[in-house]
């Protein structure tokens, strides 16, 4: 079975601190994504990665950096952290370059007070 | 060109009746379409997935069916249960994509006993 472990389930952070999201795939997965999760709005990609240390910004990168500096692992990094940015963080892995299926991880509901 | 609108946000059905949610996208070149399911305090999974050479797809009691030509597709529950109480998420993808798949907004689906 696939497994996508996120860092946290739940992460109560102040503004303008730096915060980081941690992700990890078990199943030697070419591209990890990050997304975020808000009533209404479905699931907005943040950042993707489709090989070591490539990524490529999504629909709403502002605001956010990732970094993959091995296969398994993607973080999320969110420089100055924002009101704005509190949200339900989800990280999935795919195996294939083109369209697959992804696998989520569990999400990290994030809050920024 | 990339979005994918999902409706309705909302949906309520008695038990054993037929949930259905419908997605409409714009951009001719997708040719991928999956539905994912997500249940409380987990991540999105991949419930049934179609592409456009075909019109519809079956299994179990979940149907995709694909109109190519109206840009539009749409998810069938038959004999809806409770246990199928979850959020379902339409997506498309391009095969030349990098795995990168457009959400939809996401429908809350609640099967009353």
């Known amino acids: ?113 | 060109q990339q979005q994918v609108k999902q409706s309705p946000q909302s949906l309520i059905v008695q038990k054993g009746g037929i949930s259905i949610i419908n997605c409409a996208y714009e951009n001719t070149a997708f040719d991928y379409f999956p539905w994912y399911q997500q249940f409380p305090g987990k991540g999105p999974a991949l419930l049934i997935a179609i592409r456009p050479d075909v019109s519809e797809k079956k299994e179990g009691r979940f149907t995709i069916s694909f109109n190519k030509s109206a840009k539009q597709f749409s998810l069938h529950i038959m004999d809806s249960q409770p246990g199928d109480s979850a959020t379902y998420f339409c997506a498309a993808g391009r095969s030349s994509n990098t795995g990168k798949l457009i959400f939809g907004q996401g429908t809350t689906l609640q099967v009353k006993p």
């Open chain 1, 1 to 113: 079975d696939v497994k996508v472990t996120q860092s946290s389930r739940y992460l109560v952070k102040r503004t303008g601190e730096k915060v980081f999201l941690e992700c990890v795939q078990d199943m030697d997965h070419e591209n990890m994504f990050w997304y975020r999760q808000d009533p209404g709005l479905g699931l907005r990609l943040i950042y993707f990665s489709y090989d070591v240390k490539m990524k490529e910004k999504g629909d709403i990168p502002e605001g956010y950096s990732v970094s993959r500096e091995k296969k398994e692992r993607f973080s999320l990094i969110l420089e100055s952290a924002s009101t704005n940015q509190t949200s339900m963080y989800l990280c999935a892995s795919s195996e294939n370059r083109g369209p697959d299926t992804q696998y989520f991880g569990p999400g990290t509901r994030l809050t920024v007070l």
